[in-house]
């Protein structure tokens, strides 16, 4: 079955400085690739996707590059501010006809002002 | 726009005792998720309903976990008897089709004494 590995754990940064954040899948046939942002108490929230016809999104500071062949995505955030610092989650989806996805193990970013 | 509802947010119980989580979707969505969460094991998908009818139960770790979707606007995932091991935050997610976001509750954190 599908293992996602997400690298690194935990991250410390600056506010203003970037953060990229790592994930590498298993399964070829994964085609969707979300990433979850967790606050303390609530649940994940979804901030970004691609799907594998695409190597690139941007959405304002946020970005997910992904490489098929390597078969591993990323997440960029730009312009680090206090409020990015949470617990970001990757995931990539089975292709079993509905979207089971399988997640990686979290990083905890936090964004120091 | 309500999100995703569930209760109880928290609930402490003895072992052996019937828990019941309950999770209303957002309206309009056909496709429902339970997850569990804990710092061992990350994210899990326990169940997927699609349309009220569960699709893919092979994340439930054992018969002590039964889940229900009623109708379109309500689930409930319960444990009998329950086990410390069972301590975890428990999350709903629903979705508007089967190749859609998935947006999650706030969760429910279960521990078991």
Redesign the interface.
Known sequence: GENVEQHPSTLSVQEGDSAVIKCTYSDSASN?F?W?KQEL??????II?IRSNVGEKKDQRIAVTLNKTAKHFSLHITETQPEDSAVY?CAANLP??????V????TRLLVSP | DAG?IQSPRHEVTEMGQEVTLRCKPISGHN?LFWYRQTMMR??E?LI?F?NNVP??DSGMPEDRFSAKMPNASFSTLKIQPSEPRDSAVY?C?S?LS??????????TRLTVL
Do not use: C
């Open positions: 969707y979300p979850y108490g609530k649940g994940p929230q979804l996707d989650f079993t006809g509905f979207q089971k996805l997640f990686g193990t979290g | 995703v496709s990350g994210l998908l997927y699609n699709i893919d999350f997610a979705s089967r190749q859609h976001e998935q947006f999650f509750g706030p969760g």
